[in-house]
């Protein structure tokens, strides 16, 4: 007869061990071990594959795949397009996570309106009712006769339903609502969500059907369940954002079947989310004209350059220990830069408070974005304004150097045809420019960081 035992799971790195602990012996996290109910067989009792130890199956020559062409399925936003790479692929296994509230219902909802002009879409929801989801289709403007809505939790009868109607396209909201009946664990448990997973993953690859699946996330912002639930799917879409603006991210951070540095950039109204086709006049527009701490800088999202505004603000401090302060960028990295400008440019911020926010809540990592800031944290201490047609890009070094960055050219292009008329840049890259961009606009080459302020300004 068969018997059942705890073993604790880690959420983050899928460490096993039989008694709880504080902290997972493998990754060092703390409060991440959850139980796991597992029914094991008696000795003698488990038997894999045929008998006699012959296996039914084969392995494939590579000159015996097909290699058509992947199909595509067009959702009918291009930013959700261009972040999935040009469009759902067919079979595939597409991860949906985000904040509560930051869009994710809504954004599947209305792909289901454009996709059920030729397609079947079969929605499954375990956190809404029939009612609720026509509600919010009315509000949405969603009206299809090829969109069917299926509430319940149960994944193998879920399955089941897939296999016998094969529909086009199947979202799943959310996986941690699912429930897989032959596990004693409450739905949302990390054995639940992992098992789950695989289910859908064996039906849409079996059938050759996409799946979308909803996923949460915890107080962290990571997503919540096992780390193998983001192995097993093929794409990793994050919706990132503040629920107080308007205006949504989705960023792709695992894709098989595309790019991983690509963004989608939405506004969310009344009726649903709107692409953002223009998203550097967007992030640009607003700013005030003539005021010190300011300055413009062009980052890389994928194959496209988008402007962005970095204020700074630099006051007296009124405590002993300064305080510093960064929003949308690396607060270790903002450490640096003061560092760097107190010993290379004699600025010094030791008895002043330093405020850094990148406006549109945007969350740029790129160290092209090291030279912008410093010119902010100048500007605010001087208290003098920068040009306002000027834009600044490059990496500092902790000599005071300004080092090259990638695509140049492109983000100069991207300034120019926004209106600016001067443009600051590494003089490595100043080799790469050609003279029909230099035409365009006014390239100044730097070296350092010490002297940049005072070319702009001259």
Known sequence: MAKSKSVYVCSNCGYETPKWLGQCPECREWNTLCEEIRTVSPAGREKSGPAGGVSSFRALNLSEIKSDREVRYKTGLGELDRVLGGGIVNGSLVLLSGDPGIGKSTILLQICNYLCEDKTVLYVSGEESYTQIKLRAQRLNVTTENLYILCQTDVQQIGEFIRQNKPDLVIVDSIQTMNFTELQSSPGSVAQVRESTNV????AKSLNIPIIIVGHVNKDGNIAGPKVLEHIV????????DRNLSFRILRAVKNRFG????????????????????????LISGRPNNVSGICITSVMEGSRPILAEVQALVTASGFGNPRRMSTGFDYNRLAMIIAVLEKRTGYYYSNSDVYVNIVGG??????????TIALSLISS????????????FGEIGL?????????CEQRIIEAARLGF??????RHNLREITKKTL?????????????TFEAINE
Do not use: Q
């Not at 859908?200 to 039906?203: G, P, Q, T």
């Not at 201490?381 to 600044?392: G, Q």
């Not at 035409?439 to 002297?451: P, W």
């Open 421 to 426: 008329k001067k443009c600051v840049v590494p």
């Open 362 to 371: 945007l969350r740029i990592d790129e160290p092209a974005l090291d030279l």
């Open 399 to 407: 000599a005071g150097e300004v080092r090259g960055v990638s695509c």
């Open 200 to 203: 859908f993953l064996h039906v």
């Open 234 to 241: 093929d794409t990793v879409l994050y919706f990132e954002g």
């Open 259 to 282: 790019s991983t540095n690509e963004i989608g950039v939405f506004e969310m109204l009344d009726t649903g989310l709107r692409e953002v086709v223009n998203p550097s006049e967007m």
């Open 439 to 451: 035409n365009m606009i006014e390239v100044i080459g730097v070296n350092n960081v010490r002297r």
């Open 381 to 392: 201490l001087k208290d003098i304004p920068l040009p306002d047609d000027v834009i600044a």
